[in-house]
């Protein structure tokens, strides 16, 4: 088979794990839960619940889209690059973690200006890191919607800073309802055009 033809079954492969939008409903849950931590101030149950959360994305994948879709092995890029997911959504989880840190050191009074100008404008800060952390991660994998993620987390983050009548709360809210939506959209879509495969299925 040529060269070309093998990369292009093997990048058909490598999308098919993404068509079943659980990573986008773990990147959505992620922000949904930093903003009821926001919201609640229930950080560390939230937080708990995030961690958990993303140990379980891999048993979901595997219980869900395998019977389906079956296992590929892929060449050392391509796994790196699907590992390069877990460390992404939890590098943003722990981004998330040291922002409420940061904020609590800047409302003491020995903080330096310069940190007190970030705290001032933090939700451009964040946006800019959430969302290029989102923007890059689509690039990174090749999946353009997660692109797409990015620019509305930075968008929806500035505006909220720059008093476009989101709180941070909201704005988290918001991008993760919406990112959460549109990956169980990808998840139903996909439970209807890939049936569970019957053991008879596999010996065929």
Do not use: N
Not at 18 to 43: C, H, Q
Not at 58 to 77: S, T
Not at 173 to 180: T, V
């Amino acid at each position: 088979m040529p060269r070309a033809t093998l990369e292009a079954v093997e990048r058909a492969a490598w999308l098919r794990l993404f068509e079943d939008g659980i990573w986008d409903i773990a990147l959505g849950l992620l922000l949904f839960g930093f903003g009821l931590s926001v919201l609640t101030g229930m950080t560390a149950v939230v937080a708990g619940g995030i961690a958990a959360g993303l140990v379980a994305v891999g048993e979901i994948k595997r219980r869900v889209a395998e019977p389906r879709i079956g296992r590929v092995r892929f060449k050392a890029r391509r796994r790196r690059q699907l590992g390069g997911v877990s460390w992404l959504l939890a590098l943003l989880s722990l981004t998330g973690v040291l922002v409420f840190l940061f904020l609590l050191w800047t409302t003491r009074g020995s903080a330096p200006p310069w940190a007190i100008a970030i705290r001032d404008h933090f939700l451009i800060v964040i946006g800019l890191i959430w969302g290029g952390a989102a923007a890059f991660g689509g690039w990174w994998l090749g999946v353009r919607r997660f692109a797409v993620y990015g620019a509305m987390i930075a968008a929806a983050l500035i505006a909220a800073d720059l008093g476009g009548g989101l709180s941070f709360a909201t704005a988290l809210l918001a991008c993760g309802g919406a990112i959460a939506f549109s990956g169980t959209t990808l998840l139903l879509r996909f439970l209807r055009r890939y049936p569970r495969r019957s053991a008879g299925d596999d010996d065929a």
